[in-house]
């Protein structure tokens, strides 16, 4: 017996590997006509393009996209169905924006870029960035007066709350759970929302749907899909899935029951108190438990670890550079009311700032990942993508040219998108914290760009200003005061690194 299953095995497994590399192979001579982008310096090693990716999609910008040209950099970590990313020009986004899913597929990028074969990732379905775009704008007033309370509420049990005490944190330790609270608790009912549970589970799957796709990665195609349920963080991903479809139940079946008998209609849910309300109010009528639970998993898995990680760099930027605290702060005390709450609108140098920490230091190096699904020519330019191509839009080299933002674009200038909106009065509004422009991509362009970055934005607003009024902040490395100026940030691919060795002391500011 064992010798006849060595005898099947050994065909299948020739069969398959030649198979993948008659593929590699087509797909390569598909690409030739796009210039490969590497290191100058020859390295061009696994390690060098997880670390130092940014630098080339810098150089690749400079070299090629600013001709009009797209240009390719490998995807140096196994697991992926496609070899290279096709890096295209700033002139193509606009063309690229308005076409379909069905030929450029965010859906299936996602689904290769978080190896969702593999891992058991929930996949993205087409109709939920919609309801909660249509939702979130629906209701954008009523969801930041609930973020100030509930801000307020978390702050005021998890901060010290007189000046004799003083405290230490770490960013991406306090900001991770303090999200998922304050996210949750506006997203799903108070049972759950006020369940730890519910919570830590939210915290891990956030986590889990990245490290379970990097670690699937390490490994070649053949082998991820016989590897994978090994894997720790993809069992654990797996698990947190199931969690979430079992506590999404009866929320799903109670919104089932009141829609068949006539109780609730779509209009009334896209005005609703809650997440789950707009999510339904966007769904489509025979949406499944599996799609609704799936669709709520990634909104909670969108809205935690990016948030976390753009007010934990903004913080960083700015106590690193003290010179912009006084009037960051002077701005904050008068946005703030008599009852406490923060009147967003007059965070006008708050938002600049922001806008400032999120070009130099984006989430992501890339965005607006596509699959190519049918073969397309830009008409900007003549270029041909064939079918399964990646095709991405380099976000922080973009957001660095010098043409755009001047020769110190490299330089971090709080004050440059105040004289960049006063300058230009009337486009003004495309040059706030939140708005997707091509030259501004850290929350995407066009139809697909993140549908909740306003509720983040006042949520990061809102908790800056707290900070700013409330405490005396001190900048910490490793537990101990940081005087080094503004830090290199690393990225890991094409993310950032969490800046988890930073962390801030707080003491109560007295008030007068």
């Not at 590997?17 to 598909?30: E, G, M, S, V």
């Not at 339904?280 to 709520?296: E, I, K, N, Q, R």
């Amino acid at each position: 017996m064992p010798n006849l299953i060595i005898l099947v095995s050994v065909p299948i497994f020739v069969a398959v590997t030649l198979q993948y590399l008659y593929r590699n192979f087509t797909q390569d001579r598909a690409w030739n006509h796009i210039p490969t982008h590497e290191f100058e310096d020859g390295d061009n090693s696994r390690d060098r393009y997880v670390r130092d990716l940014k630098d080339l999609l810098e150089s690749g910008y400079r070299k090629y996209s600013k001709q009009g040209l797209p240009f390719k950099v490998k995807i140096p970590i196994g697991g992926y169905s496609v070899r290279y990313r096709v890096v295209l020009p700033k002139d193509h986004l606009e063309e690229m924006k308005h076409l379909s899913n069905n030929t450029f597929s965010w859906a299936l990028a996602s689904a290769v870029i978080f190896a969702q074969d593999f891992t058991g990732a929930p996949p993205r379905g087409p109709w939920s960035g919609k309801a909660l775009r249509v939702g979130i704008h629906q209701n954008l007033g009523d969801i930041t007066k609930k973020l100030d309370q509930q801000i307020d509420m978390y702050f005021g049990t998890h901060l010290p709350q007189n000046s004799s005490m003083i405290m230490s944190i770490r960013f991406m330790d306090f900001f991770v759970p303090a999200i998922a609270n304050i996210t949750s608790s506006l997203l799903v009912d108070e049972r759950l929302s006020s369940n730890p549970e519910w919570i830590q589970q939210t915290c891990d799957f956030a986590v889990n749907r990245y490290k379970s796709a990097d670690d699937v990665r390490a490994y070649p195609p053949l082998l991820a899909a016989l590897v994978a349920p090994l894997i720790p963080s993809v069992r654990q991903l797996r698990k947190s899935r199931r969690y979430v479809k079992e506590q999404m139940t009866p929320l799903y079946e109670d919104m089932k029951m009141r829609q068949n008998s006539g109780i609730l209609s779509k209009e009334k849910c896209r005005k609703g108190a809650f997440g789950f309300e707009w999510l339904w109010g966007g769904a489509p009528d025979d949406v499944t438990l599996d799609d609704f639970s799936d669709t709520m998993m990634r909104t909670l898995i969108a809205s935690i670890h990016t948030t976390a990680k753009t007010i934990s760099v903004a913080l960083i930027d700015l106590l690193s550079q003290p010179q912009y605290m006084d009037e960051l702060r002077r701005e904050a005390m008068e946005a703030t009311e008599f009852d406490g709450s923060i009147d967003i609108e007059k965070l006008f140098k708050m938002d600049c700032f922001l806008k400032e920490s999120q070009r130099l230091t984006p989430v992501f190096l890339l965005t607006m990942n596509r699959i190519v699904t049918q073969s397309y020519t830009f008409k900007v330019s003549g270029t041909s993508m064939p079918v399964g191509t990646m095709t991405t839009a380099a976000t922080a080299a973009i957001a660095t040219d010098p043409d755009t933002f001047g020769i110190d674009s490299n330089c971090f200038d709080g004050s440059r998108f105040q004289r960049l909106r006063l300058s230009n009065k009337a486009g003004e509004s495309a040059l706030k914290m939140g708005m997707a422009t091509e030259d501004s991509l850290g929350f995407g362009l066009g139809s697909q760009a993140c549908p909740g970055r306003f509720f983040a934005v006042n949520q990061i607003k809102l908790m800056l200003a707290k900070f700013l009024t409330r405490w005396e902040l001190t900048l910490e490395k490793n537990g101990q005061k940081w005087l080094g100026g503004r830090p290199k940030y690393e990225y890991y691919d094409f993310s950032v690194v969490a800046p988890a060795e930073y962390g801030m002391l707080l003491r109560r500011r007295e008030i007068i």
